[in-house]
């Protein structure tokens, strides 16, 4: 069969543009068709929402899209949202500036520098702990290197963009004020964080 096609120089693909009939070649069977799914499938979902709204039938509810941002899905427990450093009680980051989290970051977004801690008893610091955001791919190394469960991406954020690079750098007072996110991932800090934002 497929040798009778080779040597008519047809191919072999019964639905190819050069096999079409003429009733085929303008689409309309096709496009009525379509037409009439999207028309049952409209009116069944109407029919389902009425029954639901009006004659108050509760087993009836109809396709439904959640209205973001004003209605918010329940986020899986185990996403990566915005970072946020981890505070002692004394609200001292629980960093110790030991650079597994910049070391082990494939995208090279973090910035550390380390100063002595007033506490004898604590070695280091971060004077200075920057991410830039718009560098990170998420992959949660930083999170699963930390020795001390310094910093976690907990915060339930997601809404984060902003209108310049330096507005995606993200400094150690900032991680410091996030706090992580209550039942069902539902971020406890004030969102949207502003796009205009300025960076450090």
Not at 80 to 104: I, K
Not at 115 to 142: A, M, Q, S, W
Not at 146 to 154: G, H, Q, S, T
Request: net charge positive; glycine share 8%; aromatic share 8%.
């Amino acid at each position: 069969m497929a040798a009778s096609y080779k040597s008519a120089n047809t191919p072999a693909d019964p639905k190819h543009s050069s096999r079409l009939g003429l009733r085929q070649h303008f689409y309309l069977a096709e496009v009525l068709g379509g037409l009439k799914l999207t028309g049952i499938r409209f009116f069944a979902n109407m029919w389902r929402h009425t029954l639901h709204t009006v004659f108050r039938v509760k087993s009836a509810r109809g396709a439904v899209t959640i209205q973001y941002p004003d209605e918010r899905r329940p986020y899986a427990t185990r996403l990566r949202s915005l970072h946020r450093l981890v505070r002692r009680e004394d609200g001292s980051p629980r960093c110790v500036a030991c650079m597994m989290c910049e070391t082990v970051c494939p995208a090279h977004c973090i910035y550390i520098v380390a100063t002595e801690h007033p506490n004898p008893e604590i070695e280091k610091v971060p004077e200075r702990f920057d991410i830039d955001l718009g560098k990170c791919v998420f992959c949660g190394y930083c999170v699963e290197a930390c020795p001390e469960d310094a910093i976690r991406m907990d915060t339930g954020i997601l809404e984060f963009s902003s209108y310049s690079r330096g507005g995606m750098i993200y400094t150690k007072e900032t991680l410091l004020a996030l706090e992580p996110a209550g039942p069902h991932g539902v971020p406890t800090s004030p969102v949207p964080i502003p796009a205009d934002r300025k960076g450090p």
